[in-house]
């Protein structure tokens, strides 16, 4: 795909973002990754992760990242590795649209944090949510649920 419809195909797939955070970052796109990247000083960290947690489906921290779908984990390669404060947001394909990935990446120094917005060639099946109260066939029914 040449670049400027891999630019093209990415700010369609994410027009919705774009028009709330366009106006607040300077955008420019990143060959390496193929991705619309914005940096950011502090001062806009909470409205960012707020604006993020809200058009994402799923929050991939340190933490968690571990219990990310395989498929998903695969085509994440080395970015699957999170520090402490690194975040992964994602939303599976769907019919009409690919896998969403936006990356947060604070700088070691902690005064800015980059944001890459970019598609994953493959989608994932959204995990199941188990709670301790779970037993064995609360577990299956929902598996078999989807």
Excluded at 15 to 27: A, G, H, I, M, R
Excluded at 30 to 47: G, M, Q, T, V, Y
Aim: charged share 30%; aromatic share 12%; proline share 3%.
């Amino acid at each position: 795909m040449q670049k400027n419809d891999q630019q093209h195909k990415i700010q369609k797939a994410f027009s919705t973002l774009f028009d709330v955070l366009d106006k607040e970052y300077n955008w420019q796109w990143e060959e390496r990754r193929e991705a619309w990247l914005a940096e950011f000083s502090r001062d806009k960290i909470a409205r960012t992760l707020e604006i993020l947690n809200q058009h994402f489906d799923d929050v991939w921290h340190y933490k968690n990242i571990k219990s990310a779908p395989k498929e998903l984990k695969i085509q994440l390669n080395d970015l699957a590795k999170l520090n402490k404060e690194q975040k992964l947001f994602t939303t599976p394909a769907t019919e009409n649209q690919p896998t969403l990935l936006a990356i947060w990446w604070p700088w070691g120094h902690g005064a800015t944090v980059s944001i890459r917005l970019m598609t994953l060639e493959n989608g994932y099946c959204k995990p199941v949510k188990l709670t301790t109260k779970d037993n064995f066939f609360t577990v299956v029914k929902k598996l078999f649920a989807k």
